[in-house]
C-alpha cells in the first residue's frame, strides 16, 4: 500500500518548503554583477545630483528616473543629460533584475522594482522632485 | 479492493494539495528584506552612510515598517 508512504513523502515536501521560506530573512545583494552595478550608478551619482537638485530630472514613480524640466537644461548639454538618463535607468532595470535572478526568483523582479522605487523617493533630499502614485511630479 | 482504490486517489489528492501549498508558500515577496536590501544599495549608491552629505540628514536609524 503506497497510501501512508506517499502521504509522508508529501509532508516532508511540505514542510522542507516551508522551511525555506521562514530562512529568507535577508536578500542576498552580495553577488559581483551586483556590486558592479552599485559601483557604476554611484559614480554616475555624480553627475545625476546637480540635476535632481536643479529639478531637470525627477524620481519616477516605476522606480526610474526621467528628464522632468528640460528647460532646466542648457540645449548644449540634453544630449548628454538623456544619456545620463538611459544610461541610469538601464542599469536601475539590469540592479532590480540580478537581484531578482541573485535570490532565486526571478518573478519578483517587478516587486524589487516597486520597493525600490517607494525607497528611492523616500530616501531623496529635499528640494528633488518624484512622482506621486498618479504619475504627478511632485517637489520633496 | 475498492476502498483501496479511493485510498489511493484520496493519497494522490493529498499530494496535488500540499504541492500547491508549496506553490503558495513560494510566492511569498519579502518585503521587509527587500526594503532593507533597498536601503542598503541606495546608502551606497547615493553616499548616504559616510558623513559629509550634508543634504541628507536622517532622522532616526529605526523606522516602522
Excluded at chain 1, 530573512?25 to 545630483?49: D, F, K, Y
Excluded at chain 1, 548628454?80 to 526568483?105: F, H, P, S, W
Aim: proline share 5%.
Amino acid at each position: 500500500m503506497t497510501f501512508p508512504g506517499f502521504l509522508f513523502v508529501s509532508v516532508v515536501a511540505a514542510l522542507g518548503h516551508a522551511a525555506t521560506a521562514l530562512a529568507q530573512v535577508n536578500l542576498e545583494i552580495n553577488t559581483p554583477a551586483i556590486a558592479s552595478l552599485q559601483a557604476s550608478m554611484q559614480s554616475r551619482h555624480g553627475q545625476l545630483a546637480p540635476l535632481y537638485a536643479s529639478g531637470a530630472v525627477g524620481l519616477t514613480r516605476d522606480g526610474n528616473v526621467a528628464l522632468r524640466d528640460a528647460s532646466a537644461v542648457p540645449l548644449a548639454q540634453r544630449q548628454q543629460v538623456n544619456a545620463l538618463i538611459a544610461a541610469e535607468n538601464q542599469d536601475r532595470a539590469a540592479l532590480y533584475r540580478e537581484i531578482a535572478r541573485a535570490n532565486g526568483r526571478p518573478e519578483w523582479e517587478q516587486d524589487i522594482r516597486a520597493t525600490f522605487a517607494q525607497r528611492w523617493i523616500s530616501r531623496a533630499a529635499p528640494g528633488w522632485y518624484y512622482q506621486n502614485p498618479a504619475g504627478a511630479w511632485v517637489r520633496k | 479492493m475498492r476502498s483501496q482504490r479511493i485510498a489511493a486517489r484520496l493519497a494522490g489528492l493529498a499530494g496535488v494539495a500540499a504541492l500547491a501549498g508549496c506553490v503558495t508558500i513560494n510566492i511569498y515577496f519579502p518585503a521587509a528584506a527587500a526594503e532593507k536590501a533597498a536601503d542598503r544599495i541606495i546608502d551606497e549608491v547615493w553616499q548616504l552612510k559616510e558623513g559629509g552629505a550634508p543634504a541628507t540628514v536622517k532622522p532616526a536609524p529605526k523606522e516602522t515598517k
